[in-house]
């Protein structure tokens, strides 16, 4: 099959499968962004400098190749009958902010009440990956997180804040640096009992 052809999986509800150009034709794109900044495309430092940006786009955006069910489908029950807050705090993430394609970078903090066993813990920081490494907003990154755990895991609750720099604010545009953006959201108990996300902002140790 042609790889332009490919669709490409998405998983925001908002966004359209679409087809991928080849790899030919990103690398050209690159060079024209080189040639638009003034410089050179064909002077010796930047003869492989689109085969390389491209290559590392692939890393940057691998998310939209990945799918949580795939990280969240193994689960354990042997866990004594533990059943109250699982957080897992500062994992450290990199995006790119989808207006300008510039990186914003921070900490998620992840919790849940487990309903019917417990995930990996490190299954939570992969799932951050597969969605910031998509192009994003903070809060709609914040909401693919959260509906993600609820979806594949059916949790009592579910608790997600992020914690970012967003590189578009600080290098650029507004030139504003060290504005931290927050943004959480919280379903099932963590909703519904103020005490549930009051316990959560302490375990963070952000209040
Ligand atoms: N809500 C939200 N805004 C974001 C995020 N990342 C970047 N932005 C903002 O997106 C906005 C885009 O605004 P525009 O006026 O369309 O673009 P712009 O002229 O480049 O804006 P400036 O950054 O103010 O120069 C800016 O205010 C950015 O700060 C994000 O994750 N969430
Ligand atoms: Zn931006």
Known sequence: M????????????EAQ?????SRAEAEAAVRTLIAW???NPDREGLLETPARVVKAFGE????YDQHPKTILERTFKEVGGYDDIVLVRD???HS?????MVPFIGKAHIAYLPHDGVVGLSKLARLVEVFARRLQTQENLTAQ???AINEHLGPRGAA???DAEHMCMSMRGVHAHGVSTVTHRFTGVFAEDRQEQDRFFAMVGKR
Do not use: Q, S, W
């Open 2 to 13: 042609d790889a332009r052809v490919k669709p490409l999986e998405v998983n925001a509800v």
């Open 17 to 21: 499968p679409t087809t991928r150009p």
């Open 37 to 39: 900044t003034g410089d």
């Open 60 to 63: 940057l955006y691998a998310g």
């Open 91 to 93: 994992i450290p993430f």
């Open 96 to 100: 790119h902010c989808e207006h300008h």
């Open 145 to 147: 997180i959260i509906d």
């Open 160 to 162: 997600v804040m992020l």
